[in-house]
């Protein structure tokens, strides 16, 4: 099973568009909300070498980046790729 994490809000409207099309292909992740948890919010600026914005997706440790990037990668078949290539 790949390793799917997510930084959120909870009002994002592009978070719950990534979450729904991730549930869409049956698939679970792990959501670290930012705005509850400011070690998360850190580890989110860390990773993604300072972007602010809301989700950024990593699936098995591969930064996507946010929800277009995420249905970009679904349209492409890249998606598929990053899912494959688990650790």
């Known amino acids: 099973m790949s390793d ?3 930084y959120s809000t909870a009002i994002c409207p592009y978070c719950i568009a ?3 099309l991730l549930k869409s292909k049956g698939l679970a ?3 670290l909300r930012i705005d509850l948890d400011p ?3 850190k580890a989110m600026d860390e990773r993604t070498q300072g972007a602010r914005t809301v989700p950024q ?3 098995n440790g591969t930064l996507v980046g946010g929800f277009d990037q995420l ?3 679904d ?3 890249k998606l598929q790729a990053l899912l494959s290539d688990q650790p």
């Open 75 to 77: 349209r492409s078949g």
């Open 71 to 73: 249905a970009a990668a």
């Open 29 to 31: 992740w792990r959501e």
């Open 57 to 59: 997706i990593f699936i």
């Open 39 to 41: 070690e998360a919010r």
């Open 4 to 6: 799917i994490e997510i």
């Open 18 to 20: 990534a979450k729904n």
